[in-house]
């Protein structure tokens, strides 16, 4: 890529960061405002430094309408064209309540009378 000229490579860059965007579908919430993300790893996650605002606490991750986790962000660094922030923790959302006793596999799921 060095021996394209400056303006191709620019090009090239934004082409690869719009196709990025539209295959991800990971975006961050905080409040009303939402933020796409552009990468995520086990200890954070990176928005562009374009629609990055300094975040910091309790924040919602979604991956399009369903919810993913539920982070405490407790850094932010900018790298490169990242605005790159560090979990304090995350948690999965579980879309039911958890159990305190061990369901058996093969267990009815409801008993029906006769009447």
Excluded at 36 to 43: C, F, K, Q, S
Excluded at 72 to 91: H, M, Q
Aim: glycine share 6%; with cysteine; charged share 30%.
């Amino acid at each position: 890529m060095s021996f394209l000229p400056k303006d191709v490579q620019h090009a090239l860059r934004e082409a690869q960061t719009r196709k990025t965007r539209r295959a991800n579908r990971l975006s961050v919430h905080v409040g009303d405002a939402a933020y796409p993300v552009e990468r995520l790893w086990d200890g954070g996650f990176a928005i562009s430094v374009e629609d990055a605002p300094k975040l910091r606490g309790h924040v919602d991750l979604y991956n399009g309408p369903r919810h993913v986790y539920q982070c405490l962000i407790v850094t932010s660094r900018e790298e490169g064209a990242e605005r790159v922030y560090d979990f304090k923790w995350n948690t999965e959302v579980a879309d039911r309540p958890a159990v305190d006793y061990v369901r058996a596999e093969n267990a009815p799921v409801a008993l029906l009378t006769d009447y």
